[in-house]
């Protein structure tokens, strides 16, 4: 309250509630204890730090975060009866929260993330008014509640604390959410249909669980949602995503088991900014409409199964500034249109099929990029001398080019941090004519049928390139 500011006589109730918060929390080393001191002859209501009440003197809203509380929440708190707000995050709270705080009918914003809170939630959760309820990053236990009677609640979050247990049925009654982060925890099961009910919902985070199974059909009426992130999806990722979450900007379904093409339809999610499909066991081709989705900024599809060559229609993505590949069966060559990328600053295409050299127009990749990861390929080639400039400032952040095999000489500016060796096995004109895979005495040649490139290596042991040695061919057919 306002200083000079009269304030009807405390609640007895109330003074009882804070003067237990103030002795539980070891209230002499907080940070600011202003007003707190004077202890039951004081007045909350006339300026102590933190405290906010209404007209008629009653304690309305607790606001010590990051004020050094250290100790367990007294079940005297809940003689505040008319608490409306609670904010205690950043602070060093430890022991279980008095179930009855939940109860308190005016309770709309419970926020204590960021201690060392434990124990269970009620199996119900009865709190009418409650809005906001954010417990993350504590060391909470035990399952989620069964039962929600929470008709205003919009935003959960538990992310990072020990539960365990299915994701319960009845969250879909807190039918007014629009934030609802699960992620960090030791939950199992499936992904419940029931959540298709949360319609509100704008945020929807189950990753760094147990959970996993197929996108219930259900979830198509999320129609609201603009941040998806969601680990352990299985099967094929249905059409409806494209189709139906319009307001989609980032979309995060990794490290599960979904199969079979990338939908087309994701092309139509205008508003996207972030795509990633990493760690499954997608196949096909990299979608060819890839350059309608304008708002891209990063698309992340490594470790999977696609085949086919990199579309040219990443060029068309002036916000696109992350482009990650790495780890799949991409064929063909780096495509020149990648150099007309305006914001790009990390490219990997690492642990490809991919062979040709390094396009000059990737000259124009100079000042932005940070991260160049071509590893793993069969990349070969002179490297153009207008990429000097490009590989000098490439040289301070990280450059990945190692298990290609170069033509001799590599460049001076090229940096050794690359892991850039040549190969004399490829730097004469005649290894382009192999047909097959070879071997020379001479220099240990071989040439695999993925590229029209020849890389060291021996019979037993090809240096790293797939050029199994049963496939080599010795004495005069060695063209290499």
């Not at 730090?49 to 050094?68: A, K, M, P, Q, W």
């Not at 972030?274 to 309608?292: A, I, M």
């Amino acid at each position: 309250t306002e200083t000079g500011k009269r304030s009807p006589k405390p609640n007895v109730n109330d003074l009882e509630a804070l003067v237990a918060l103030y002795k539980s929390t070891n209230g002499p080393e907080w940070t600011n204890r202003s007003g707190w001191t004077d202890g039951m002859a004081g007045n909350p209501c006339q300026n102590w730090f933190g405290v906010d009440c209404d007209e008629t003197g009653r304690v309305i809203g607790l606001s010590l975060t990051t004020n050094n509380l250290f100790g367990p929440l007294p079940a005297d708190l809940v003689k505040a009866t008319h608490l409306e707000s609670l904010y205690l995050f950043q602070n060093g709270l430890n022991g279980s929260v008095p179930e009855e705080l939940f109860d308190l009918e005016n309770l709309t914003q419970f926020v204590v993330d960021f201690n060392h809170l434990e124990g269970k939630l009620p199996r119900t959760l009865n709190a009418p008014r409650l809005e906001v309820l954010l417990i993350y990053n504590n060391y909470f236990n035990g399952t989620l509640p069964d039962v929600w009677k929470t008709p205003r609640l919009q935003s959960l979050n538990v992310d990072s604390n020990r539960f365990v247990g299915i994701i319960p049925d009845g969250l879909e009654n807190a039918d007014a959410l629009q934030y609802l982060v699960l992620s960090h925890n030791n939950l199992s099961g499936a992904f419940p249909p029931g959540l298709g009910r949360l319609t509100q919902l704008k945020q929807l985070w189950i990753f760094n669980t147990n959970v996993r199974g197929e996108l219930p059909s259900s979830w198509s009426a999320l129609t609201s949602l603009a941040d998806v992130q969601v680990e352990g999806v299985v099967g094929v990722l249905p059409e409806w995503i494209g189709q139906l979450w319009v307001d989609v900007q980032v979309l995060v379904l990794v490290r599960g088991n979904a199969t079979d093409s990338i939908p087309l339809s994701l092309c139509m999610l205008k508003k996207l900014v972030k795509l990633w499909l990493f760690s499954h066991q997608l196949t096909g081709e990299v979608p060819y409409c890839v350059n309608q989705m304008t708002s891209l900024q990063w698309i992340d599809l490594s470790d999977n199964r696609l085949t086919g060559e990199i579309p040219s229609g990443f060029s068309q993505l002036d916000n696109l500034t992350h482009l990650a590949l790495g780890n799949n069966q991409l064929t063909g060559s780096l495509p020149d249109s990648l150099g007309y990328m305006k914001s790009i600053e990390s490219l990997d295409v690492c642990q490809n099929m991919l062979t040709g050299g390094i396009p000059s127009t990737f000259s124009s990749f100079y000042p932005r990029m940070y991260i160049f990861s071509i590893c793993y390929n069969t990349l070969s080639g002179p490297i153009p001398s207008v990429l000097e400039q490009f590989f000098e400032r490439i040289n301070d952040f990280s450059c990945l080019m190692y298990d290609n095999p170069w033509s001799c000489p590599i460049p001076s500016y090229v940096p050794k941090s690359c892991g850039s060796v040549c190969s004399h096995c490829n730097t004469g004109p005649s290894h382009t004519d192999c047909q097959s895979c070879v071997s020379n005495s001479n220099y240990y040649c071989g040439f695999c049928t993925n590229g029209p490139n020849c890389m060291e290596g021996n019979a037993t042991s090809p240096s790293g390139y797939d050029c199994p040695s049963g496939q080599w061919v010795y004495g005069s057919n060695s063209a290499c």
